[in-house]
Every structure is written in structure tokens, then in C-alpha cells.
């Protein structure tokens, strides 16, 4: 494979307010949102651009990025000889400028002016939000190969996900003809299928219908540029790629591993849940390539007289007479005894408590005889004895005392407070 390390650039971009997610990005940034226990999302795709040689990378964002700042800051040092570097852009007010980022195309013009500076063939534009292992090595390639001018990820869907994505029509031979961004279902029926019937270049099944987009693309540098002079929306799926398909070469690359879209409540919890189980079709862990984070030189976790299933224990935790089900435990996570957490999600803490809390306040972590389930419990938070967090009604969406209930999702924001005794 070829390197990349002087012809690729990559951005990322760092989302919007990330109101989908809240409250987990009430005080960061989406892609500082931890995930598996010890990792943070951006991790995910600065890990696949170091795996492919791509050492030059911008990270785009405007809400909440301290978090987000502090954590690249402090994991990717890269070697001043290289010429590597993971830089955080924040939006800036200009005297030409004086508005936040409006969209995805939009934030990618503003910061033109720092990224264009850096010489490079080809752009790599990704979202922070996702959790996928593609190579992006054999993605700019592609691009290279075909000798196009953009470049789209393409990942095959069913009906369902596809009314909330954008989706693709290509012709017999694999040239994309239409892109359409969140077809309703009556849109969907009359389209049928992505790839038409005895196409040369791939096929479908028929659970998986549609090809949408990933979000992923590849832009060759003049292109770019040239389409953020001319062209006047602020999006690139919903205004810049479909205007660019009759003006530029653009080509799809098909991706059949695992990918997921974590940017709602429903599906960070559901795939922080399926990362312990025994076939989860995606692991952090690779022997060749691992997805990298912080290094925080913590203690094995301790368990004492537990029973865990299916579940992710990260570490530095201290679990005493528990009991863990399908579940993901986060660093320096605090369990005490006789309490039972199933399909949860504990993002842990930042820190350790070495003396008793004032104020008869709950210790840091989750006390005695707690019970939870489905629930996502946020850092440094604190869940006093015999609580009961289990939404027995089925209640879809709420705001209570010290909690919040998303999709029928019982969710303990950051520092949050749930008093002895309480019962959701």
C-alpha cells in the first residue's frame, strides 16, 4: 500500500450541539463521548487514519471542546519529525465571517484557510461519531484508481435505516445517477433498490436494499476547494454532493464490514452493550491494528466475589459482591456489594474518592443493593444505596430528580445524584 503520510489530509468533523446525545454531551463534545469503558469516539477514526499512514489531521468542531481538546492533547504527541499532527480547528468569529459553523460543508469552508496551507493531492473527510474498521488506505486508492473526483463511502442498509440517511442510485456500471438524502418510505418503495438488477459492479440482497451513505468521502484537492468557492449550500450530503454529481466524477466505495452511527441515545447504548458480547461483530482490540486512547496507567480492576456475563470490566474498577450482566463497566468504576446491573452502560470516573463525600452525599460510583437496568450512567456520578433505576412503567421520555429517560433509556448525566432509596 502506498503512503500516504505526505499526500492525504484528513478532517473530522466534531458535529453540532450533539442534541441527540444529550445530556452525555451536555458538557463535551460528541466525539469526546466515551465509549467501550475506556475509549472516546474520536479515537475511532484518528486510530484508522494513523493505521493508513494518514498523519495529518484536523479535527473540526464549536460546542463544548475542552474535553475533546484535552484528550487529543494528551494522547496523540506525535513525532515532531514527521511532520504528524492531530489539531483541534474550534469555529472562529472573522471580520469576513462572523457566524459558527451552519453545516458540515460549511465548517470544512471556514477552516479552508488553515488546511488549504498544507500541501496535499487528496482530503479525507470523516464523521467523529462513528464506530467502523475501514482501511482507509485501500479508500484513497480507490479514489486514485478510478480517477475520480469524489469519492463516497457507501454502506448497504435496510428499508428502515434508510428513511434517516442518504441513499444512493447507481447505473449498470457503478456510476452514481441520484443521491437523495432521508427518502420517506413511499420515496423508498418507488426506488426499489440502489443497484439496479444485473449490474456489473456489485449486487444486492434483498434485506439490504439500499447503499447510503457513510458520511466518508475522498476529494481531490482542487475539487474541493473549487467546490467550496463556487458552490453556496452548507451541507455536503443534503446540498454539495448532489449538485456535484452532474459537474464532477464522482465514485461510490462499497463497505460491507460493520459500521454504526452512534449519535443517538438508542444507538450508543445499544452498541456500547453489544461490544461485550462474545460475537459482537466489532472489538477495540486488533493484534495489527488497535484503536488507541489515552494512556492512563491505571490498576488492574479488582473484583471480589462477583458474577459477571457478557459484560466489558475496564480499568482501575473495584467491584465487591456484585453481579454484571451484559454490561459495559468504565474506568475507576466503584460497584459495592449486593448490587445487580444488567444491559447498563457506567462510563466511569475521572478520578478516585479517598475520603467520605460531605453533605451526606452517596460515595462516588454505585452503592449497595442498587439495581439497574437499562441504564447509561455518566462520569463521577452517584447512585446512593437501594436505589432502583429499572423504568418498570415503560416510560419513553421524562426528565426526573438526578436523571433523564431517552427511547425508554434511563440516562445519570455527568456528576449526576441519585439519592438513597430512589425508584424509577
Given at each position: 500500500m502506498r503512503d500516504m503520510t505526505h499526500d492525504t489530509l484528513a478532517i473530522i468533523m466534531g458535529g453540532g450541539q450533539g442534541s441527540r446525545l444529550f445530556p452525555l454531551t451536555a458538557t463535551r463534545s460528541k466525539p469526546a463521548v466515551p465509549i467501550g469503558g475506556k475509549y472516546r469516539l474520536i479515537d475511532v477514526p484518528i486510530s484508522l487514519c494513523l493505521h493508513a499512514q494518514i498523519r495529518r489531521i484536523f479535527v473540526l468542531t464549536q460546542f463544548n471542546s475542552a474535553s475533546l481538546n484535552r484528550h487529543i492533547s494528551n494522547t496523540y504527541r506525535l513525532d515532531h519529525f514527521s511532520g504528524g499532527f492531530v489539531e483541534i480547528l474550534a469555529a472562529e468569529q472573522t471580520p469576513d465571517n462572523p457566524h459558527w459553523f451552519q453545516g458540515t460543508a460549511d465548517a470544512v469552508r471556514q477552516a479552508a484557510r488553515h488546511f488549504a496551507q498544507h500541501q496535499a493531492d487528496y482530503y479525507l473527510i470523516l464523521a467523529g461519531d462513528h464506530l467502523y474498521r475501514m482501511d482507509f488506505g485501500e479508500l484513497v486508492e480507490a479514489h486514485r484508481a478510478q480517477g475520480a473526483d469524489i469519492t463516497i463511502a457507501a454502506q448497504p442498509i435496510d428499508p428502515t435505516a434508510a428513511t434517516q440517511m442518504g441513499i444512493f442510485r447507481f447505473d449498470m456500471d457503478g456510476r452514481i445517477v441520484a443521491f437523495e438524502e432521508k427518502p420517506k418510505a413511499s420515496r423508498l418503495s418507488e426506488i426499489g433498490r440502489s443497484i439496479p438488477p444485473g449490474a456489473t459492479f456489485a449486487e444486492h440482497s434483498d434485506a439490504k436494499p439500499f447503499m447510503a451513505s457513510m458520511g466518508v468521502y475522498v476529494f481531490s484537492r482542487r475539487v474541493l476547494l473549487d467546490m467550496l468557492e463556487r458552490e453556496p449550500?452548507?451541507?455536503?450530503?443534503?446540498?454539495?454532493?448532489?449538485?456535484?454529481?452532474?459537474?464532477?466524477k464522482?465514485?461510490?466505495?462499497?463497505?460491507?464490514?460493520?459500521w454504526a452511527d452512534v449519535g443517538t441515545i438508542a444507538s450508543f447504548y445499544e452498541t456500547n452493550v453489544m461490544l461485550g458480547r462474545a460475537a459482537s461483530p466489532f472489538r477495540f482490540w486488533d493484534l495489527r491494528k488497535p484503536i488507541y486512547t489515552h494512556l492512563r496507567h491505571l490498576p488492574g480492576s479488582r473484583l471480589t466475589d462477583c458474577r459477571v456475563r457478557d459484560s466489558i470490566v475496564d480499568d482501575g474498577c473495584?467491584?465487591?459482591r456484585c453481579q454484571i450482566d451484559e454490561s459495559v463497566i468504565g474506568i475507576r468504576s466503584y460497584v459495592q456489594s449486593g448490587t445487580r446491573i444488567s444491559r447498563s452502560v457506567l462510563l466511569g470516573a475521572d478520578m478516585y474518592e479517598d475520603t467520605d463525600p460531605s453533605g451526606g452525599?452517596?460515595?462516588?460510583?454505585?452503592?449497595?443493593?442498587?439495581?439497574?437496568?437499562?441504564?447509561?450512567?455518566?462520569?463521577?456520578?452517584?447512585i446512593g444505596d437501594g436505589a432502583r433505576l429499572v423504568n418498570e412503567a415503560g416510560i419513553k421520555e421524562a426528565d426526573g430528580d438526578g436523571y433523564v429517560i431517552r427511547g425508554g433509556i434511563i440516562v445519570v448525566p455527568k456528576g449526576g445524584l441519585i439519592r438513597p432509596g430512589t425508584v424509577v
Open positions: 449550500g452548507v451541507d455536503f450530503g443534503r446540498e454539495l454532493i448532489p449538485s456535484a454529481i452532474d459537474k464532477y464522482v465514485r461510490p466505495f462499497l463497505y460491507r464490514g460493520y473495584f467491584l465487591d452525599r452517596p460515595s462516588l460510583g454505585i452503592g449497595r443493593d442498587v439495581i439497574l437496568d437499562r441504564v447509561i450512567v455518566d462520569k463521577n456520578a452517584r
